[in-house]
């Protein structure tokens, strides 16, 4: 089985089924998505949101949470006539791949345990839709109630704890 077209398809499945695949691609928007992600469970945002807001081209920081810090940071970041071309775009987002991949591999993953946590979030990730998740205003779809069982939490930590019992 070639398990890596496996998690790409899966991840595209999801972004499919969630209705993402034919948005419009926003460039302030992915690279917000990634900034989101590179932020969570950081613990100093708050500063960072005061820094922000002391921007001079008029940017709100709503909250210090990932999702408006990366809102602020490609605000400031990108004018509105910024053209980016769809082979630099190409070019960005398979280096954040191969980068993800590569600080995953930091974790002494093995390419398996890459491909199964992939495959856990992605899952977890398809909870969201069918137990009714919201989209946000850039669609990106939200927990709902209940979605705390789907938690990919402790399956990523049992891969984790595997990986400790592989490296005794």
């Known amino acids: 089985c070639n398990c890596m077209e496996n998690t790409v398809k899966a991840v595209c499945q999801f972004n499919d089924k969630a209705g993402l695949s034919n948005r419009p691609f926003d460039d302030k928007l992915e690279a917000s998505f990634l900034i989101e992600e590179a932020l969570e469970d950081f613990d100093r945002l708050d500063v960072l949101a005061a820094l922000l ?28 006539d910024c053209k980016v071309s ?4 190409l070019d960005k987002h398979v280096d954040a ?8 591999r930091k974790l002494n993953l093995t390419p398996q345990e890459i491909e199964q946590s992939i495959l856990v979030v992605n ?13 946000d ?21 049992e891969i984790l704890d595997r990986r400790k019992a592989r490296q005794g």
């Open 86 to 89: 769809d082979n630099k775009r």
């Open 53 to 80: 807001s002391k921007n001079t081209l008029g940017v709100e920081v709503k909250s210090s949470s990932p999702k408006d810090i990366s809102r602020a940071i490609t605000a400031i970041a990108m004018s509105e």
């Open 137 to 157: 205003e850039f669609g990106k779809l939200m927990k709902p109630e209940g979605w705390e069982k789907f938690d990919p939490a402790p399956k990523l930590q």
């Open 97 to 104: 791949y191969v980068y993800t991949v590569g600080a995953m």
């Open 123 to 135: 899952k977890a990730n398809l909870k969201k839709k069918e137990l009714g998740g919201q989209k």
